[in-house]
């Protein structure tokens, strides 16, 4: 394979020009507004940026003094810039039909039961019915005939939930451990008692009417207790507003204060943290109202547009980003420098690099740590995250250098901050599973190990694209020249 000697990234097999000491006339250079500590460790150049777009002289000015100086909106799969425009949530009530008393549709729902799971669990499920209405509580769960087919037993208990709402249903197996079948229960709470009276309770736990031989006096599983609506979406998707945080941050933020994993979020991609970012994030069986109520504690984050989707979003399901950014303390020779700056950047475009806040801040660049994930070299991609690293403030140094010596998993557990998500993950697994460095690394949620690896295609990319302006945009403009 022609780049696997890509994977050695701190040896760059391309013997690129150095960039020119005039600035990018379309980029203009920029002065980060961030401390200059932490970006002394990365260049440009070390990650592939060598080209210039045009040979026009350009101008200096300062990029994110403030972050509120650079402002990115996600532009969603459907074209729609991402705003945040309202905190309203949307109406979660059922509809009539939905709504309605099972016993007047009972006929119709027992038929179509019959042609879904046959003859003798239709007649078990009416007489199940019959116990409810006369004995509410006293009814015992039974369990329907062996099943399978795990396809057909999610059928079975998507048609409970939808035809009839005020009985639960779980999964139990035989004591041979291989056949597989499906208990019916009265629900609790108070549909199950509007429905069949006020005496009719669930007991969990309790045994079932059927054959012997399954294991149906386990307890019930307690998530059929909450139904999801059926008429609405699984996933809560809503627009995220965060100011001077990064995604990572402030999902973590948000989960905490839902009791959430961070790796239950769903979104298209990370944001930049110095800057003003709004962009789309999805939950699985979250409730708008929940979410909404957090917008009176949250700090700097904001969330809004909710609605209910089918599906939750992964990495890459976006069109794209726009920014609006602005440049202060602009020094160019004349006005007319800067405008014809901006003319070359309409006319002539850019080179679409991946800018250095895809590689990290630290002194042990996101790259290099996915190169060693691709590489398979786990130990040593663990090695990479939890060194000491150059530019990191003393404290957090010490305690990587006292576990690089100790090896005392527990105290530099106690020593990390939470924003370290990472890093406490891995420790945290290989307190559990010693020397196993592939564990430890798939305690990072998958999120952030993307992370990782995408940062090395961007490196890759990078290199790719100076090599192509370096060989086929110089050669087209020698031509020009001489025709």
Known sequence: MRCRHFLNPILSPLSFAKPPSRPLACRAHARAGAPAQRR?????????????????????????QRYSDFIVHEVARDGALVRLTS????????????????????PQSLESFRLLCGDADCDALREFLSRVSEDGSNALPFILSPDADKAHRSEVHDFFKRNFKFLATDTVEHSDGVQRCIRVRLKSGPRGR?????????????????PSGWRDDRPF?????????????????????????????????IGKMLGLQPRSFGFAGTKDKRAITTQQVTLFRVHATRLAALNNKL??????????????????????NRF???????????EDVIKEAVDGLINSGFINYYGLQRFGSASVPNHLIGAALLRGEWRNAVSLILDPREGECDDMNGVREHYKEHGDIDAAISNFPRRLIAERAILQRLKKYPGN???????????????????YQSYLWNHAASMRVGSYVCGLSMLKHFS
Not at 91 to 106: H, I, M, N, R
Not at 300 to 319: A, H, P, R, S, T
């Open 299 to 320: 700090i700097g984050i904001k969330v809004g547009d909710f609605n209910y989707v089918k599906e939750g979003l992964v990495l890459g399901q976006l069109m794209g």
């Open 437 to 455: 460095y592939l564990q430890a690394l798939m305690a990072i949620p998958r999120t952030l190990r993307l992370m990782y690896v995408h940062s």
């Open 194 to 210: 509007r429905n069949f009276g006020e005496k009719a309770r669930s007991r969990t736990g309790m045994s079932s009417s059927g």
């Open 324 to 334: 609006t950014i602005t440049l202060r303390s602009v020094v160019a020779e004349s």
């Open 40 to 64: 002394a460790a990365l260049a440009e150049p070390d990650v592939g940026i060598s080209r210039f777009a045009s040979s026009l002289p350009g101008f200096c000015g300062t990029l994110k």
């Open 87 to 106: 905190f309203d949530v949307p109406d979660e009530s059922v509809d009539a039909e939905e709504e309605a008393d099972p016993d007047l549709d009972l």
């Open 221 to 253: 599983d307690s998530r059929v207790s909450v139904i999801w609506p059926y008429h609405l979406g699984k996933y809560l998707r809503f627009h995220l507003y965060k100011e001077n945080k990064d995604t990572q941050e402030a999902l973590r933020v």
